[in-house]
């Protein structure tokens, strides 16, 4: 059965950093392309970040760019995603999702993935 398990939400301060994981069990992430995405209370589901299967292409949202970073460790089946300098509208629920097609590139379109994790809250607030 495959499944995708996040990690390491929680609550922080503004300023402060997280670092989700993302593990796969059911499937190797070797060949995968995977995809963070977040929804806050009331609003659309918003992409985040993605690797491409190789790690040699990722794409970062603007608003996160130079913020967060995303990077995967195929050996421990594992895909990260590094978040500094949070701010309060970063505060979301966060989904990983991969796409089990092999690519050089990635996008953050949801209809691209073929499997969710079940999401980790990450509260920034003071």
């Known amino acids: 059965q495959v499944q995708l398990v996040e990690s390491g939400g929680g609550l922080v301060q503004p300023g402060g950093s997280l670092r989700l994981s993302c593990a796969a069990s059911?499937?190797?992430?070797?060949?995968?392309?995977i995809g963070w995405f977040r929804q806050a209370p009331g609003k659309e589901r918003e992409g985040v970040s993605c690797i491409s299967s190789n790690g040699g292409w990722a794409y970062h949202g603007d608003s996160m760019k130079g913020r967060f970073t995303i990077s995967r460790d195929n050996a421990k089946n594992t895909v990260y995603l590094q978040m500094n300098s949070l701010k309060p509208e970063d505060t979301a629920v966060y989904y990983c999702?991969?796409?089990?097609?092999?690519?050089?590139?990635?996008?953050?379109?949801?209809?691209?993935?073929?499997?969710w994790g079940r999401g980790t809250q990450v509260t920034v607030s003071s």
């Open positions: 999702a991969a796409d089990h097609r092999w690519s050089r590139t990635c996008a953050v379109a949801p209809g691209l993935y073929d499997y």
């Open positions: 059911g499937f190797t992430l070797d060949y995968a392309v």
